[in-house]
Protein backbone atom coordinates (compact mmCIF):
# COMPACT_ATOMS: atom_id res chain seq x y z
CA UNK A 1 0.00 0.00 0.00
CA UNK A 2 2.91 2.23 0.77
CA UNK A 3 4.49 1.44 -2.60
CA UNK A 4 4.95 4.39 -4.44
CA UNK A 5 4.13 6.96 -1.63
CA UNK A 6 6.66 9.62 -2.05
CA UNK A 7 8.28 10.00 1.84
CA UNK A 8 10.02 13.05 2.93
CA UNK A 9 13.25 13.02 5.14
CA UNK A 10 13.18 14.15 8.83
CA UNK A 11 10.09 11.96 9.61
CA UNK A 12 9.39 10.94 13.13
CA UNK A 13 7.38 8.19 15.48
CA UNK A 14 4.23 10.42 14.99
CA UNK A 15 4.19 10.55 11.39
CA UNK A 16 3.30 6.82 11.36
CA UNK A 17 0.03 6.06 11.69
CA UNK A 18 0.22 3.22 14.27
CA UNK A 19 -3.76 2.80 14.58
CA UNK A 20 -3.62 0.72 11.39
CA UNK A 21 -1.60 -1.63 13.46
CA UNK A 22 -2.69 -5.48 12.56
CA UNK A 23 -1.71 -8.18 14.86
CA UNK A 24 -2.97 -11.00 12.73
CA UNK A 25 -0.95 -9.67 9.37
CA UNK A 26 2.33 -9.99 11.31
CA UNK A 27 4.88 -12.57 10.11
CA UNK A 28 7.27 -13.83 13.20
CA UNK A 29 10.29 -14.77 10.95
CA UNK A 30 9.92 -10.55 10.01
CA UNK A 31 9.70 -9.62 13.25
CA UNK A 32 12.73 -11.83 14.62
CA UNK A 33 14.45 -9.95 11.59
CA UNK A 34 12.81 -6.66 12.35
CA UNK A 35 14.03 -6.81 15.99
CA UNK A 36 17.80 -7.28 14.96
CA UNK A 37 18.03 -4.57 12.25
CA UNK A 38 16.41 -1.90 15.13
CA UNK A 39 19.20 -2.83 17.30
CA UNK A 40 22.13 -1.56 14.70
CA UNK A 41 20.07 1.29 13.35
CA UNK A 42 19.72 2.65 16.96
CA UNK A 43 23.35 2.27 17.12
CA UNK A 44 24.01 4.68 14.77
CA UNK A 45 25.51 7.44 17.01
CA UNK A 46 28.98 5.17 17.47
CA UNK A 47 29.26 5.29 13.57
CA UNK A 48 28.49 8.80 13.60
CA UNK A 49 30.83 9.66 16.16
CA UNK A 50 33.60 7.80 14.21
CA UNK A 51 32.96 9.36 10.34
CA UNK A 52 33.30 12.53 12.10
CA UNK A 53 36.53 11.62 14.03
CA UNK A 54 37.63 11.16 10.09
CA UNK A 55 35.93 14.03 8.20
CA UNK A 56 36.06 16.51 10.82
CA UNK A 57 39.32 18.32 9.82
CA UNK A 58 39.28 17.48 6.26
CA UNK A 59 35.82 18.30 5.45
CA UNK A 60 34.21 20.62 7.71
CA UNK A 61 31.09 20.83 5.34
CA UNK A 62 30.27 17.67 5.21
CA UNK A 63 29.49 17.49 9.39
CA UNK A 64 26.15 18.59 9.12
CA UNK A 65 24.91 15.92 6.72
CA UNK A 66 26.90 13.29 8.47
CA UNK A 67 24.86 14.66 12.14
CA UNK A 68 21.79 14.37 9.91
CA UNK A 69 22.36 10.76 8.09
CA UNK A 70 22.92 9.95 11.96
CA UNK A 71 20.00 11.09 13.44
CA UNK A 72 17.67 9.56 10.73
CA UNK A 73 19.46 6.53 11.23
CA UNK A 74 18.46 6.25 14.98
CA UNK A 75 14.78 7.37 14.27
CA UNK A 76 14.98 3.72 12.10
CA UNK A 77 15.70 2.24 14.82
CA UNK A 78 12.92 3.63 17.07
CA UNK A 79 10.42 3.12 14.54
CA UNK A 80 11.27 -0.61 14.28
CA UNK A 81 12.13 -0.64 18.20
CA UNK A 82 8.20 0.37 18.39
CA UNK A 83 6.96 -1.36 15.76
CA UNK A 84 8.52 -4.75 17.29
CA UNK A 85 7.50 -3.89 20.81
CA UNK A 86 3.67 -3.85 19.56
CA UNK A 87 4.30 -6.76 17.71
CA UNK A 88 5.41 -8.72 20.31
CA UNK A 89 4.57 -7.10 23.79
CA UNK A 90 7.74 -9.30 25.35
CA UNK A 91 9.98 -7.61 23.34
CA UNK A 92 11.63 -4.84 25.30
CA UNK A 93 13.94 -2.71 23.30
CA UNK A 94 15.66 -1.06 25.19
CA UNK A 95 16.71 -4.29 27.41
CA UNK A 96 17.22 -5.50 24.27
CA UNK A 97 19.80 -2.62 23.18
CA UNK A 98 21.38 -2.09 26.05
CA UNK A 99 22.86 -5.59 25.99
CA UNK A 100 23.84 -5.18 22.44
CA UNK A 101 25.80 -2.30 22.99
CA UNK A 102 27.73 -4.11 25.86
CA UNK A 103 28.53 -6.81 24.20
CA UNK A 104 29.01 -5.08 20.43
CA UNK A 105 32.32 -2.93 20.01
CA UNK A 106 34.43 -3.20 16.88
CA UNK A 107 37.86 -1.75 17.40
CA UNK A 108 37.36 1.21 15.44
CA UNK A 109 34.75 2.72 17.27
CA UNK A 110 36.79 2.93 20.41
CA UNK A 111 39.82 3.34 18.60
CA UNK A 112 41.41 6.77 17.67
CA UNK A 113 42.96 5.95 14.47
CA UNK A 114 41.59 6.96 10.88
CA UNK A 115 39.94 5.24 8.78
CA UNK A 116 39.62 1.79 8.98
CA UNK A 117 39.11 1.70 5.11
CA UNK A 118 42.83 3.62 4.84
CA UNK A 119 41.13 6.76 2.71
CA UNK A 120 37.97 9.10 3.18
CA UNK A 121 37.16 7.79 -0.34
CA UNK A 122 37.38 4.11 0.57
CA UNK A 123 35.15 5.25 3.76
CA UNK A 124 32.56 6.64 1.42
CA UNK A 125 32.76 3.30 -1.19
CA UNK A 126 31.87 1.06 1.70
CA UNK A 127 29.05 4.03 2.97
CA UNK A 128 27.89 3.28 -0.05
CA UNK A 129 27.82 -0.57 -0.11
CA UNK A 130 25.83 -0.63 3.25
CA UNK A 131 23.22 1.99 2.25
CA UNK A 132 22.72 -0.02 -1.02
CA UNK A 133 22.36 -2.76 1.57
CA UNK A 134 19.88 -1.16 3.19
CA UNK A 135 17.50 0.51 0.64
CA UNK A 136 17.00 -3.08 -0.84
CA UNK A 137 16.25 -4.71 2.60
CA UNK A 138 13.60 -2.50 3.29
CA UNK A 139 12.03 -2.29 0.27
CA UNK A 140 12.32 -6.05 0.26
CA UNK A 141 10.70 -5.80 3.92
CA UNK A 142 8.03 -3.47 2.28
CA UNK A 143 7.19 -5.06 0.01
CA UNK A 144 6.84 -8.57 1.87
CA UNK A 145 4.95 -7.27 4.69
CA UNK A 146 1.03 -7.07 5.12
CA UNK A 147 0.85 -5.68 7.84
CA UNK A 148 0.28 -2.48 7.20
CA UNK A 149 2.24 -0.30 9.77
CA UNK A 150 5.34 -1.94 9.16
CA UNK A 151 4.86 -1.63 5.38
CA UNK A 152 4.40 1.76 6.22
CA UNK A 153 7.61 2.27 8.12
CA UNK A 154 9.75 -0.06 5.76
CA UNK A 155 8.55 2.13 2.55
CA UNK A 156 9.74 5.53 4.84
CA UNK A 157 12.82 4.12 5.75
CA UNK A 158 14.08 2.76 1.86
CA UNK A 159 13.37 6.38 1.26
CA UNK A 160 15.81 7.34 3.56
CA UNK A 161 18.10 4.73 3.09
CA UNK A 162 18.16 5.96 -0.85
CA UNK A 163 18.86 9.62 -0.19
CA UNK A 164 22.07 8.10 2.50
CA UNK A 165 23.59 6.15 -0.73
CA UNK A 166 23.11 9.65 -2.59
CA UNK A 167 24.69 11.72 0.45
CA UNK A 168 27.58 9.46 0.27
CA UNK A 169 28.30 9.01 -3.36
CA UNK A 170 28.38 12.70 -3.55
CA UNK A 171 30.78 13.07 -0.96
CA UNK A 172 32.63 10.28 -3.13
CA UNK A 173 32.61 12.61 -6.05
CA UNK A 174 33.07 15.67 -4.79
CA UNK A 175 36.26 14.20 -2.38
CA UNK A 176 39.80 15.69 -3.48
CA UNK A 177 41.89 13.12 -2.17
CA UNK A 178 43.66 11.14 -5.24
CA UNK A 179 41.12 8.72 -6.68
CA UNK A 180 41.70 4.95 -5.83
CA UNK A 181 42.62 2.43 -8.21
CA UNK A 182 39.72 0.10 -9.45
CA UNK A 183 41.42 -3.12 -7.37
CA UNK A 184 41.71 -0.78 -4.79
CA UNK A 185 37.68 0.17 -5.05
CA UNK A 186 36.78 -3.46 -5.84
CA UNK A 187 38.05 -4.68 -2.55
CA UNK A 188 36.94 -2.20 -0.38
CA UNK A 189 33.42 -3.09 -1.55
CA UNK A 190 34.50 -7.03 -1.37
CA UNK A 191 35.44 -6.58 1.90
CA UNK A 192 32.70 -4.30 3.50
CA UNK A 193 30.32 -6.83 1.78
CA UNK A 194 31.64 -9.56 3.54
CA UNK A 195 31.43 -7.76 6.81
CA UNK A 196 27.62 -8.21 6.31
CA UNK A 197 28.25 -11.85 7.40
CA UNK A 198 30.33 -10.01 10.70
CA UNK A 199 29.17 -9.94 14.58
CA UNK A 200 26.89 -7.16 14.15
CA UNK A 201 23.92 -8.75 12.32
CA UNK A 202 24.28 -11.84 14.39
CA UNK A 203 24.80 -10.64 17.72
CA UNK A 204 22.04 -7.74 17.48
CA UNK A 205 19.73 -11.06 16.30
CA UNK A 206 20.75 -12.60 19.12
CA UNK A 207 20.20 -9.73 21.66
CA UNK A 208 17.01 -9.13 20.07
CA UNK A 209 15.21 -12.58 19.74
CA UNK A 210 16.74 -14.17 22.88
CA UNK A 211 15.13 -13.13 26.05
CA UNK A 212 17.17 -12.40 29.23
CA UNK A 213 15.91 -15.16 30.87
CA UNK A 214 16.60 -17.20 28.39
CA UNK A 215 20.90 -16.21 27.77
CA UNK A 216 22.18 -18.89 31.03
CA UNK A 217 20.98 -21.56 28.27
CA UNK A 218 21.22 -20.14 25.01
CA UNK A 219 24.70 -19.14 24.72
CA UNK A 220 25.33 -16.82 21.86
CA UNK A 221 27.37 -18.56 18.78
CA UNK A 222 28.04 -16.82 15.69
CA UNK A 223 27.78 -18.35 13.35
CA UNK A 224 24.63 -20.49 14.15
CA UNK A 225 22.97 -16.43 15.09
CA UNK A 226 24.30 -15.29 11.38
CA UNK A 227 22.38 -18.54 9.51
CA UNK A 228 19.18 -17.07 11.73
CA UNK A 229 19.38 -14.22 10.77
CA UNK A 230 19.85 -14.91 7.33
CA UNK A 231 17.19 -17.58 7.30
CA UNK A 232 14.85 -14.57 8.31
CA UNK A 233 15.85 -12.07 6.13
CA UNK A 234 16.90 -13.27 2.80
CA UNK A 235 13.73 -14.87 1.94
CA UNK A 236 12.37 -11.67 1.88
CA UNK A 237 14.34 -10.53 -1.82
CA UNK A 238 12.91 -11.06 -5.17
CA UNK A 239 15.21 -10.62 -8.12
CA UNK A 240 14.41 -7.34 -9.01
CA UNK A 241 15.47 -5.92 -5.39
CA UNK A 242 18.74 -7.88 -5.65
CA UNK A 243 19.43 -6.34 -9.81
CA UNK A 244 19.00 -2.70 -8.20
CA UNK A 245 21.45 -3.20 -5.33
CA UNK A 246 24.14 -4.83 -7.63
CA UNK A 247 23.85 -1.73 -9.80
CA UNK A 248 24.10 0.64 -6.63
CA UNK A 249 27.39 -1.47 -5.41
CA UNK A 250 28.84 -1.40 -9.01
CA UNK A 251 28.67 2.78 -9.55
CA UNK A 252 30.76 3.80 -6.67
CA UNK A 253 33.29 1.26 -7.62
CA UNK A 254 33.70 2.20 -10.77
CA UNK A 255 31.48 -0.77 -12.46
CA UNK A 256 29.20 -0.17 -14.99
CA UNK A 257 26.07 -1.03 -13.55
CA UNK A 258 24.52 -1.97 -16.89
CA UNK A 259 27.04 -3.90 -18.15
CA UNK A 260 27.89 -7.46 -18.08
CA UNK A 261 30.11 -7.71 -15.05
CA UNK A 262 27.14 -6.67 -13.08
CA UNK A 263 24.49 -8.92 -14.78
CA UNK A 264 27.11 -11.27 -14.21
CA UNK A 265 27.30 -10.48 -10.12
CA UNK A 266 23.14 -10.17 -10.17
CA UNK A 267 22.88 -13.73 -11.46
CA UNK A 268 25.50 -14.95 -8.69
CA UNK A 269 24.23 -13.10 -5.74
CA UNK A 270 20.37 -13.98 -6.42
CA UNK A 271 21.90 -17.97 -6.53
CA UNK A 272 23.46 -17.49 -3.19
CA UNK A 273 20.67 -15.83 -1.57
CA UNK A 274 17.92 -18.23 -2.42
CA UNK A 275 20.69 -20.93 -1.50
CA UNK A 276 20.81 -19.43 1.97
CA UNK A 277 17.20 -18.83 2.07
CA UNK A 278 17.22 -22.27 2.51
CA UNK A 279 18.60 -22.56 5.90
CA UNK A 280 15.44 -22.23 8.01
CA UNK A 281 15.88 -25.86 9.06
CA UNK A 282 19.33 -25.60 10.73
CA UNK A 283 18.48 -21.65 12.82
CA UNK A 284 18.75 -22.14 15.96
CA UNK A 285 15.32 -21.72 17.96
CA UNK A 286 14.44 -18.58 19.49
CA UNK A 287 11.62 -17.60 21.88
CA UNK A 288 10.11 -16.10 18.09
CA UNK A 289 11.00 -18.72 16.18
CA UNK A 290 9.22 -20.96 18.42
CA UNK A 291 6.07 -18.60 18.21
CA UNK A 292 6.12 -19.24 14.26
CA UNK A 293 6.67 -22.65 14.50
FE1 LIG B 1 18.82 3.05 8.47
FE1 LIG C 1 21.15 4.65 6.03
Known amino acids: MSEGVIYEPGWSNDDVDWTRFDA ?28 TRIYQEARPEAMESIRRWGEEEVQHGLALGRWAETADPSFNF ?6 FQA ?26 VVESGTSS ?12 VLKEIA ?3 AADEFRHYRLFYELLTSETEAELPLWRRLWVAVTRVNESDDDELSYAYYCANVAPVDVAHIPYRREAFARAYHAAGMGLYRRHHI ?10 TGINPGGRVASFASAALWRILTAKAGMTRSAPR ?5 KAA
Open 24 to 51: SKVDHELLAAVKAASLVEFNARDYVAYL
Open 94 to 99: REAFAR
Open 243 to 252: DKLVKMVAKP
Open 137 to 148: FYSAVRDASEEP
Open 103 to 128: GYKPAHFSGGEGSVRGSRRGEMIARC
Open 286 to 290: TSTNA
Open 155 to 157: GRI
